[in-house]
């Protein structure tokens, strides 16, 4: 039975990877993921294909961003947003 368990905690550690091994799977993973970005980034620019067109895009506010219902009814808070710019409150 003891030796059952000794095999177990040999195997843990034989798979177990120190500070130094895990650094250098991470430079490793960022040099591979830099090196595929920057081959995919040289590509030519007759292959971009260009934005259908621009959209109009509307500024918008979490409600949760003020203190409703706590200090503020929902009659103080919209136009508090409105007069900070916002075009529409969410309520999420």
């Known amino acids: 039975m003891n030796s059952v368990h000794d095999s177990e905690n040999n195997r843990q550690l034989r798979y177990r990877l120190d500070r130094r091994q895990l650094l250098a799977y991470a430079v490793f993973g960022a040099t591979v993921l830099t090196g595929a970005t ?13 934005a259908p067109g621009r959209y109009n ?36």
């Open 38 to 50: 920057a081959s995919a980034s040289a590509m030519p620019a007759n292959d971009i294909i260009a």
């Open 57 to 92: 895009m509307k500024n918008s506010i979490n409600l949760g961003a003020f203190p409703y219902p706590g200090k503020m009814t929902l009659g103080q808070c919209l136009p508090l947003a409105t007069d900070a710019g916002f075009d529409v409150m969410l309520a999420i």
